[in-house]
């Protein structure tokens, strides 16, 4: 199984950007290449929700509320995964959590708070 460690996180005001990182770090390289990658976020009391996907073959797919706005990158020679987040809004504050998904392993990084002040 992978280990992902996150960064980037932060306390930004609206209309600002951060860059999430996450890094499987002690994985293979030929099981994070294979893996479908996303970053999910969640509230206190509420449900961990999807924010974005990229598949092995770099397709991305992205939650309705930030398409436009956020993009999901991978490198693989890295074994990352990246997370831009442009033009934040208050909305968007959580903790930020990247996942990892190959059968049968579905692994979760720590989590990074993203603090968008109102």
């Known amino acids: 199984q992978v280990q992902l460690v996150e960064s980037g996180g932060g306390q930004v005001q609206p209309g600002e950007f951060l860059r999430l990182s996450c890094v499987a770090a002690g994985s293979i390289f030929s099981i994070f290449s294979r893996a479908a990658m996303g970053w999910y976020r969640q509230v206190p009391g509420a449900q961990r929700e999807l924010v974005a996907t990229?598949?092995?073959?770099?397709?991305?797919n992205y939650s309705d509320s930030v398409k436009g706005r956020f993009t999901i990158s991978r490198d693989n020679a890295k074994r990352a995964v990246y997370l831009q987040m442009n033009s934040l809004k208050p909305e968007d504050t959580a903790v930020y959590y990247c996942n990892g998904y190959f059968s049968p392993y579905n692994i979760w990084g720590q989590g990074t708070q993203v603090t968008v002040l109102l």
């Open positions: 990229i598949t092995p073959e770099d397709i991305c």
